[in-house]
């Protein structure tokens, strides 16, 4: 099993950009499908972006399709979230989430990060 631990939120201006960081600990992170997910207040959590263990398939959620992209980086056991042309909808707690499987399934991701917070103010 991995542990997360996401960084890189913030409070940004409408329209601008964050690139979010969630570091594994254990050797086999290079294994595991990776997704970011989100839970805005009030809301339930929701899938946002996942990728598979070697990279080569990701997968997005419609609202953020175009802005947003997911890419990892094995040797240093990590993976990007890197976020554009941002909206005040997109506020929420950003998680980390890990599969064992190494394909990128929605439903399946868990041993979840902390989280970490992203305001988009207008």
């Known amino acids: 099993q991995v542990q997360l631990v996401e960084s890189g939120g913030g409070l940004v201006h409408a329209g601008g950009s964050l690139r979010l960081s969630c570091a594994a600990s254990?050797?086999?992170?290079?294994?595991?499908?990776m997704g970011w997910f989100r839970q805005a207040p009030g809301k339930e959590r929701e899938f946002v972006a996942g990728?598979?263990?070697?990279?080569?398939?990701?997968d997005y959620a419609d609202s953020v399709k175009a802005r947003f992209s997911i890419s990892r980086d094995n040797a240093k056991n990590t993976v990007y979230l890197q976020m554009n042309s941002l909206k005040p909808e997109d506020t929420a707690v950003y998680y980390c989430?890990?599969?064992?499987?190494?394909?990128?399934?929605?439903?399946?991701?868990?041993?979840w990060g902390q989280g970490t917070q992203v305001t988009v103010y207008s």
């Open positions: 989430a890990a599969d064992p499987s190494g394909e990128v399934r929605r439903a399946a991701f868990g041993s």
């Open positions: 254990g050797r086999t992170f290079s294994r595991y499908a």
């Open positions: 990728i598979s263990w070697s990279g080569a398939r990701t």
